[in-house]
């Protein structure tokens, strides 16, 4: 599994990259954002992405600015000209670049599918389902890129639940816990009733909306999010790899580890909190202390 940093923050990647453990990283317009302001609006932004690709490793996605096809065409082959000479650039293009649900809704795609068709590679980005991903894969899309954070964000919205409030960002999201929650509100709701065939049960709107709350069309988190695209990719074996994305904690990290999906993407306190546990460093303040003089001998040469 490679390891990409989502970030703008050249200090983070200089960092990560001299631990030597990226091997790309991603960003989008609100990372670079971040970025920026962190150095009070004063940057040049064109020699900062060139440090940026100069330093990492691999792949580094750089995403456009438009909705519209003609507009992200342009961008993507500007961005691809103007940069590739200092890096490996990839264009991050939306999967849906719709504004309204209505408008330039396969402009995307279609975007897609025009650079494939010119070997600009494409990382298909805010991808919320594996059917987009079915779709962006088709269209030609070099990596494919499911937020599974942001889909976590989406089913505790949908319960109620609100950031900041009920959970933080970095937070875990129990989905087992709730698929069990889910199966003992279905049962307490039966019992409640007096409903005597299947037929009942499925028409049932109580039971409908205990089944549709905690998942999203049939995926209770990101991290099955994640398991369907890169099942389905396999069953056809479709080219694009899969960049875990929108990575909140650790055992996420774990978890897309075990399904077996390509690539994740993280942000730089995950690379902390992947590293860190207690019983290492009470480990290893025990070892520091334990030092016997004869063993501290050998290094005092
Ligand atoms: C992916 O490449 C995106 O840049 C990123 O993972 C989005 O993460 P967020 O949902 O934490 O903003």
């Known amino acids: 599994m490679k390891i990409f940093l989502d970030t703008a923050d050249i200090d983070e990647i200089s960092f990560a990259v001299s631990a030597g453990v990226i091997d790309g990283v991603t960003t989008n317009p609100s990372l670079i954002k971040q970025a920026v302001e962190k150095r009070s609006g004063s940057v040049n932004m064109e020699e900062y992405i060139e440090k940026i690709l100069e330093l990492t490793p691999g792949p580094v996605s750089l995403e456009v600015i438009s909705v519209e096809f003609e507009k992200m065409v342009e961008e993507a082959?500007?961005?691809?000209?103007?940069?590739?000479?200092?890096g490996n650039v990839v264009i991050k293009i939306p999967v849906c670049s719709s504004l309204d649900g209505v408008n330039n809704l396969y402009d995307g795609l279609k975007t897609i599918r025009k650079l494939?068709?010119?070997s600009i590679p494409v990382n298909a980005t805010l991808v919320m389902s594996p059917e987009q991903a079915i779709l962006a894969a088709k269209a030609g899309a070099m990596y494919v890129s499911p937020f599974a954070g942001r889909i976590d964000d989406y089913i505790r919205d949908k319960i109620g639940m609100r950031r900041g409030r009920d959970y933080q960002k970095s937070e875990y999201y129990n989905f087992n816990l709730m698929k069990n929650v889910e199966s003992l509100m279905i049962e307490k709701t039966l019992s409640s009733k007096n409903i005597s065939s299947p037929k009942e049960v499925?028409?049932?709107?109580?039971?409908?909306?205990?089944?549709?709350?905690?998942?999203?069309?049939?995926?209770?988190s990101g991290v099955e999010l994640v398991k369907s695209i890169v099942t389905i990719f396999r069953n056809y074996g479709f080219k694009s790899q899969v960049i875990a994305s929108s990575i909140r904690n650790a055992r996420q990290v774990r978890e897309m580890a075990e399904i077996g999906v390509d690539i994740v993407t993280v942000p730089f306190y995950v690379?902390?909190?992947?590293?860190?546990?207690?019983?290492?460093?009470?480990?290893?303040?025990?070892?520091?202390?334990?030092?016997?003089?004869?063993?501290?001998?050998?290094?005092?040469?």
């Open 202 to 220: 499925y028409l049932d709107n109580e039971v409908k909306d205990a089944v549709s709350k905690l998942n999203d069309n049939g995926i209770s």
């Open 271 to 301: 690379l902390k909190e992947m590293l860190t546990h207690s019983k290492t460093i009470e480990g290893i303040n025990d070892f520091v202390k334990d030092v016997v003089e004869p063993y501290r001998k050998i290094f005092a040469r």
């Open 116 to 118: 494939a068709g010119e």
């Open 77 to 86: 082959r500007l961005l691809h000209s103007r940069f590739r000479k200092h």
